[in-house]
């Protein structure tokens, strides 16, 4: 069977530490799959539509040091509400492909390392994205410090003392300023690291994890391996 025709109508996620290189990846596997003539649609998380793009602004542009840990949380989960409802779900009843940059997986790993429970937040997940979760999501990884180094970072930069820093995802957000990425220690990175490779068993659809740590050409090529490899 061919890619064009095995991921018609699929919804696949890209999800990882920071610096793994998955936007990277995604944006060539929507090139290859656009070249077997497969329509490809790409969804981004937390975004995407014009309310997503709204709540997002709420999370970058605000100090969310003042906002509840639940409120930050649900404000992720109404933009994917409104990214499935509004993008997805047509997409993928039209037969194309949605990938995606990121998704509840993300929350699970980002705030699971700050103390709450990985499971609760697939409970909040199910809420707002009622059934359609990814048939396969690709945690593409690298070693923390090696993600230290494609960004930039420095491991040993010493951590700032904010209200609630543990408890904010706002290292999802690929535009959030340096600084505020800097704040969290190596520490709680490695933890990140730990929870996007041991997802929850119930974490809906199934999780491939890829190697990041190769050349650009070598990951993309195991991508492909494991869509060819998996079934749906």
Same mark, same amino acid.
């Given at each position: 069977m061919t890619l064009k025709k095995k991921l018609a109508g699929k919804f696949i996620v890209f999800d990882g530490p920071d610096g793994s290189g998955k936007g990277t990846q995604l944006r060539l596997l929507a090139e290859a799959l656009s070249g077997q +003539?497969? /329509? #490809? #649609?790409?969804?981004?998380?937390?975004? +995407?539509? /014009?309310?997503? @793009?709204?709540?997002?602004? #709420?999370?970058?542009?605000? @100090?969310?040091?003042?906002? @509840? #840990?639940?409120?930050?949380?649900?404000l992720f989960m109404a933009s994917r509400a409104q990214l499935v409802g509004e993008v997805i779900e047509p997409a993928l009843a039209a037969g194309k492909v949605v990938l995606c940059d990121r998704f509840i997986s993300s929350t699970c790993a980002y705030q699971g390392a700050a103390g709450h429970d990985p499971h609760r937040i697939i409970e909040l997940g199910r809420f707002a994205v009622g059934t359609t979760w990814p048939q396969l999501t690709l945690i593409i990884d690298v070693p923390t410090e090696e993600g230290f180094r494609r960004t930039g970072r420095k491991p040993h930069h010493a951590r700032k003392q904010r209200s609630r820093t543990d408890a904010s995802q706002g290292l999802l957000l690929d535009d959030v300023e340096h600084d505020a990425m800097e704040s969290r220690p190596i520490a709680y990175h490695r933890k990140v690291r730990k929870l996007f490779l041991e997802l929850p068993s119930e974490y809906p659809g199934r999780v491939e994890v890829v190697d990041g740590s190769a050349p650009t050409a070598e990951v993309h090529r195991r991508v492909l391996e494991v869509l060819e490899r998996v079934d749906f």
């Open positions: +003539g497969l /329509e #490809v #649609v790409l969804g981004k998380d937390p975004g +995407g539509t /014009e309310i997503g @793009d709204r709540i997002r602004a #709420v999370l970058l542009r605000h @100090d969310l040091s003042e906002m @509840d #840990v639940r409120c930050e949380a649900m």
